[in-house]
């Protein structure tokens, strides 16, 4: 099975609240014993975002990319790199 995240929007706060959303949505948490592949795309000029789906294991797919996006993926129970924490957090 393959998930793939479409249009995360959030404003540029930097309170979190992306990292938290994806992170969460590509978790074995979520998914639970049956995880599927999870894509995405980013605009290349994104770096903020970029980064974030990087630091959550998320790899490029050279493949499926071009010149102004980034087509990413990962494995929803591949270990999770600065796993967000989803107890405890308050949204405003």
Not at 20 to 34: D, E, M, Q, T
Not at 71 to 83: D, F, G, V, Y
């Amino acid at each position: 099975m393959t998930v793939h995240l479409v249009r995360i929007i959030v404003a540029p706060l930097k309170r979190g609240l992306g990292r938290l959303l994806v992170g969460f949505f590509s978790s074995r948490r979520y998914w639970g014993p049956a995880p599927p592949m999870i894509t995405l795309r980013v605009y290349r000029d994104n770096s903020a975002a970029v980064a974030i789906y990087s630091s959550l294991g998320f790899a490029e797919v050279p493949a499926d990319s071009n010149a102004n996006a980034m087509a990413m993926e990962k494995k929803a129970n591949q270990a999770l790199r600065n796993e967000p924490s989803f107890t405890g957090m308050a949204l405003r």
